[in-house]
């Protein structure tokens, strides 16, 4: 079989740290072959180090789009460049994978759900936390029905000073919102996906911007360097309420500086038979024979490889899974992990806690 062609728009970190080094473990099925950033020396990078021979440059997507051998291509552009391109991309005849978040806003979301309706092509969205070993021991063990009605659950994403300090992660024209698009996005996503729940009733939200806009340097201490609070234009911290239509209660929680102590893509959910959370590894717990009862489950965490040992169990890390899953698609060998209607559904609650906050009214869903 001709191998595909796969174009990458956007070559920054999330490309060269997680798109380009997972498909490159494809390359059996892939040609990594078109590169276009807006900086030019950035897709050159990416070129020398992942492209195929013959591989192209591009600093215009448009002109990359044009190439008719492209299959499919990766958005991996600021947040509020998704819509536009990824839509410009189906039109183009070209299979998508963006990068999470689906979209900056609700709207733009539709409208690239939509385009994948009416030009048939695939689209998906980079949630790869849901192939991390805990997320997927999570998973399984919820599928069993182990804890009954699930009826309140919690999506966590704290950073005490974690604010991203490269790229264009402060700024609201580009990115579109701060921790709760960026962050809880994840968070949000792998909790649905947990409770196979997407049926929203209702979301209040509330945002803050009390540490980002005003700290002092004395006052960041921040895991990724200063910032400029004269430049800070997002909130720093979030918490949204979503009511689902059969009940339940989802308890969305995040921030990139708040002071408290961090857990960053946590799930916590609570059934009538049963509660597990991501809190402390897997930790499921339930009541057996007259005793609370906290259960372990064992997953595998990332193992340093040993010199002449040969690891003959070796662990799928999630950019692999994620490619392999996408290219089985694109082969018509697979469905997607992540559909277009998921990511879809992340994404208006999202932008319904931001509408929420800002208004201090409920948004309540059809």
């Given at each position: 079989m001709e191998k595909l062609k796969i174009?990458?728009?956007?070559?920054?970190?999330?490309?060269?740290?997680?798109?380009?080094?997972?498909?490159?473990?494809?390359?059996?099925?892939?040609?990594?072959?078109?590169?276009?950033?807006?900086?030019?020396?950035?897709?050159?990078?990416?070129?020398?180090?992942?492209?195929?021979?013959?591989?192209?440059?591009?600093?215009?997507?448009?002109?990359?789009?044009?190439?008719?051998?492209?299959?499919a291509v990766h958005v991996l552009t600021p947040n509020v460049k998704h819509c536009e391109i990824s839509c410009a991309a189906m039109e183009a005849g070209k299979h998508v994978i963006c990068e999470k978040p689906m979209a900056a806003t609700y709207a733009d979301a539709l409208k690239m759900y939509e385009t994948h309706l009416r030009t048939g092509k695939l689209l998906t969205i980079g949630y790869q936390y849901r192939h991390m070993d805990d997320n997927r021991a999570m998973k399984a063990y919820v599928d069993t029905g182990a804890l009954g009605d699930i009826y309140y659950a919690e999506a966590t994403a704290w950073r005490r000073r974690g604010i991203p300090t490269w790229g264009v992660f402060t700024n609201k024209a580009e990115q579109g919102g701060g921790p709760l698009i960026?962050?809880?996005?994840?968070?949000?996503?792998?909790?649905?996906?947990?409770?196979?729940?997407?049926?929203?009733?209702?979301?209040?939200?509330?945002?803050?911007?009390?540490?980002?806009?005003?700290?002092?340097?004395?006052?960041?201490?921040?895991?990724?360097?200063?910032?400029?609070?004269?430049?800070?234009?997002?909130?720093?911290?979030?918490?949204?309420?979503?009511r689902m239509k059969n009940g339940a209660l989802i308890n969305i929680r995040c921030s990139w500086?708040?002071?408290?102590?961090?857990?960053?893509?946590?799930?916590?959910?609570?059934?009538?038979?049963?509660?597990?959370?991501?809190?402390?590894?897997?930790?499921a717990n339930h009541v057996i024979a007259g005793r609370q009862i906290d259960s372990k489950i064992a997953t595998r965490g990332f193992r340093m490889p040993v010199p002449g040992l040969i690891d003959r169990n070796p662990m799928e890390m999630p950019q692999e899974a994620e490619a392999r899953i996408w290219v089985d698609a694109l082969c018509g060998q697979g469905e997607l992990?992540?559909?277009?209607?998921?990511?879809?559904?992340?994404?208006?609650?999202?932008?319904?806690?931001?509408?929420?906050?800002a208004s201090g009214k409920t948004v309540y869903f059809d």
């Open positions: 174009g990458f728009i956007g070559c920054g970190g999330i490309a060269m740290d997680k798109h380009l080094p997972g498909m490159a473990t494809q390359r059996a099925r892939v040609e990594l072959y078109a590169f276009c950033d807006i900086i030019p020396e950035r897709a050159e990078e990416a070129r020398q180090k992942y492209g195929c021979p013959g591989a192209k440059v591009f600093t215009d997507y448009r002109e990359l789009l044009a190439c008719p051998e492209i299959d960026d962050m809880a996005t994840h968070a949000l996503d792998l909790t649905l996906w947990m409770m196979n729940n997407y049926e929203v009733a209702s979301v209040t939200g509330a945002s803050f911007a009390k540490i980002g806009p005003v700290a002092s340097v004395d006052e960041m201490a921040n895991d990724f360097g200063p910032w400029n609070p004269a430049k800070y234009e997002l909130e720093d911290s979030a918490f949204g309420f979503v500086a708040m002071n408290l102590t961090p857990h960053e893509g946590m799930v916590r959910l609570c059934g009538t038979k049963g509660g597990i959370d991501t809190y402390n590894g897997v930790i992990f992540v559909t277009p209607e998921q990511a879809l559904t992340v994404t208006r609650i999202l932008d319904a806690i931001y509408t929420s906050a």
